[in-house]
């Protein structure tokens, strides 16, 4: 499971791979986080639990992009670890399990902001492995 940036003149354009839907979810919230702050001096300190809803996989992704802003922008909660268990019953959830700090800028840094997912150019494919692509406006 990894991910990569991908290029784009004005936002983050983010390519994710994984054996699993879990797995993809999961980096795709680290990317979020890697962009935002040094994810490296983070540490797991605090937990915090959050559930993350959706009519079907973009909305999900969306939603699940959108919370870890939130969490790191205006919560100032440092995630370093997710723990993630993904339901499909009427719509799609994530029950997640977060572990990191409160942001500390100079210890944590500070990279870009990130102002909000998009829809636009979001894919998740599902084939031998997941790959999921999205933009996240800067």
Known sequence: M????LDHATDAFIEVTASSLTEAFEVAGYSVVD????????????????????KDLNYLLYNW???????????GF???KL???LEKNEEYAISAQIFGESIDIKKHGFKVEIKSP???EMEIKQEKQVTMKFLMDL
Do not use: C, M, P
């Open 2 to 5: 990894s991910y990569k940036v």
């Open 35 to 54: 962009t935002i702050l040094d994810n490296s001096k983070i540490e797991n300190k605090n937990e915090r639990n959050i559930v993350v809803k959706g």
């Open 65 to 75: 992009l959108e919370e870890i802003i939130y969490l790191l922008i205006t919560e």
């Open 78 to 80: 440092a995630i370093k």
């Open 83 to 85: 723990n993630i268990t």
């Open 118 to 120: 998009t829809f636009h």
